[in-house]
């Protein structure tokens, strides 16, 4: 039996009973409201049964909140990772899994333009998408504020974030295993669970593409616009899984040069690779439209998956 808790909106429609049956307006509202926060609720998996590996038991809460530094929602403050799972309709479902690893430079995660909506996306063409809350620095009101403090002094920076980078990539590593392991009970197939991530995220899908252990092998890792190099220096595993890649030339934060290296290990290496440059995007375009080539990298992201059989039943 797997360790989960359920989000579920609840509201109090025992005391609209007796309105509802005298006002029939009332009544199919009702109905709506059901139906609409039946939509939206999502089963949500604590990732470890207490306190993660490597961590001390922590006090302060996760927060969420919409980041006007960011123009989108926000999470903040994870210690407990978790994943929150989107399936597909019977009639879509494919067996294909996706490990969903938003960015937020180890300080927040975009829970919304470069998770959910990615998870939306994906469930549309029956995968079953897993929208991971790794490990993050402790931040302060504003996350996402502190950020763009801490990243202009690169050395302030990495003070902040350097201890958690190897935790939030072992939780990737751990998310990928548990969806493996669990597989039959969300009706998927444990060679078909891919993972893919944005900025921080991409970094952490870089770190499971070169840590994984054989029962949580990736089938496929897709690192879009990946941040940092921390795997500059790393070996490309002998039966490394294939890696679609994304990234801007004009990426303020200067991660071209990075992915095209991440693609030359796996070209030089002997293993399928695919990466997207455009001219322009900048930095975390997530899955929103922006006017640009950048709005449809998931299409083509579907294309590739398509191409290696992971749509197919």
């Known amino acids: 039996m797997r360790n989960l808790t359920t989000k579920i909106p609840w509201l109090p429609f025992a005391l609209l009973d007796y309105a509802a049956m005298r006002n029939p307006l009332l009544r199919i509202a009702c109905v709506v409201i059901v139906l609409v926060t039946g939509a939206f609720s999502q089963e949500v998996i604590p990732l470890y049964p207490g306190t993660p590996p490597g961590s001390s038991a922590e006090t302060y809460p996760e927060k969420q909140y919409f980041s006007k530094v960011w123009n989108t929602e926000v999470v903040s403050n994870v210690t407990k990772p978790s994943l929150t799972v989107f399936k597909p309709s019977a009639e879509l479902k494919n067996g294909t899994a996706v490990v969903i690893c938003p960015g937020?430079?180890?300080?927040?995660?975009?829970?919304?333009?470069?998770?959910?909506?990615?998870?939306?996306?994906?469930?549309?063409?029956?995968?079953?998408?897993?929208?991971?809350?790794?490990?993050?620095?402790?931040?302060?009101?504003?996350?996402?504020?502190?950020?763009?403090?801490?990243?202009?002094?690169?050395?302030?920076?990495?003070?902040?974030?350097?201890?958690?980078?190897?935790?939030?990539?072992?939780?990737?590593?751990?998310?990928?295993?548990?969806?493996?392991?669990?597989?039959?009970?969300?009706?998927?197939?444990?060679?078909?669970?891919?993972?893919?991530?944005?900025?921080?995220?991409?970094?952490?899908?870089?770190?499971?593409?070169?840590?994984?252990?054989?029962?949580?092998?990736?089938?496929?890792?897709?690192?879009?616009?990946?941040?940092?190099?921390?795997?500059?220096?790393?070996?490309?595993?002998?039966?490394?899984?294939?890696?679609?890649?994304?990234?801007?030339?004009d990426d303020q934060f200067g991660l071209a040069p990075a992915a095209v290296g991440l693609y030359m290990k796996w070209l030089t290496a002997k293993k399928s690779a695919e990466l997207h440059i455009y001219a322009k995007g900048g930095h975390g375009f997530g899955a929103r439209p922006h006017g640009l080539p950048t709005d449809h990298w998931i299409d083509r992201f579907a294309e590739w998956m398509e191409m290696e059989g992971w749509l197919k039943k």
């Open 104 to 249: 937020g430079g180890f300080m927040a995660l975009s829970i919304a333009s470069e998770g959910t909506e990615v998870a939306q996306y994906l469930v549309k063409r029956g995968v079953t998408a897993f929208v991971l809350k790794y490990r993050l620095a402790h931040t302060g009101e504003d996350a996402t504020q502190e950020f763009v403090t801490a990243v202009a002094d690169r050395e302030k920076f990495h003070q902040t974030v350097s201890a958690v980078v190897p935790l939030a990539i072992d939780d990737g590593l751990a998310a990928v295993k548990y969806v493996r392991q669990h597989a039959s009970e969300f009706g998927v197939s444990p060679d078909r669970v891919g993972i893919m991530g944005f900025s921080a995220g991409g970094a952490v899908t870089a770190g499971v593409a070169f840590k994984y252990s054989p029962e949580g092998r990736p089938a496929f890792v897709a690192p879009i616009y990946p941040g940092g190099e921390s795997f500059k220096d790393a070996t490309v595993p002998a039966d490394a899984p294939p890696i679609f890649m994304v990234v801007a030339s």
